[in-house]
């Protein structure tokens, strides 16, 4: 009996652990709200594009989660506007002016 309940806790584990269908994702509320605490950080964001933008020095889209929207910066193929994606890269500030700062996240290259 224990060495099922063993088994069975190493499945879990394993199955956990390959998931990319959202678990262990950052909310976006939380990068927007803290975002010094996630500055340089590695983040899994997942939601809905809503917005894409591509321009001659940068390309990049607005994700939605239920939290909140923030925008990412990539160097791949941008998503359909109207897609779940997910996306996992470094949270950055963008910009600052007053009092308004302008948060990203630079999306991770494939390797």
Do not use: H
């Not at 959202?22 to 340089?40: C, H, M, Q, W």
């Not at 997910?86 to 500030?93: I, L, N, P, R, S």
């Not at 700062?101 to 290259?109: G, K, L, N, T």
């Amino acid at each position: 009996m224990k060495k099922l309940r063993v088994l069975v806790f190493l499945t879990a584990i394993i199955f956990l652990l390959s998931c990319d269908k959202g678990f262990f994702t950052t909310p976006v509320a939380s990068i927007l709200k803290n975002p010094r605490d996630y500055e340089g950080k590695m983040v899994k964001v997942r939601g809905v594009v809503t917005e894409k933008v591509n321009i001659l020095v940068m390309k990049g889209f607005k994700i939605k989660d239920k939290t909140g929207e923030i925008f990412v910066i990539t160097d791949r193929i941008l998503p359909g506007e109207g897609t779940e994606a997910t996306v996992q890269g470094y949270v950055k500030e963008g910009f600052s002016i007053g009092n308004d700062q302008f948060i990203v996240i630079m999306e991770e290259s494939p390797k």
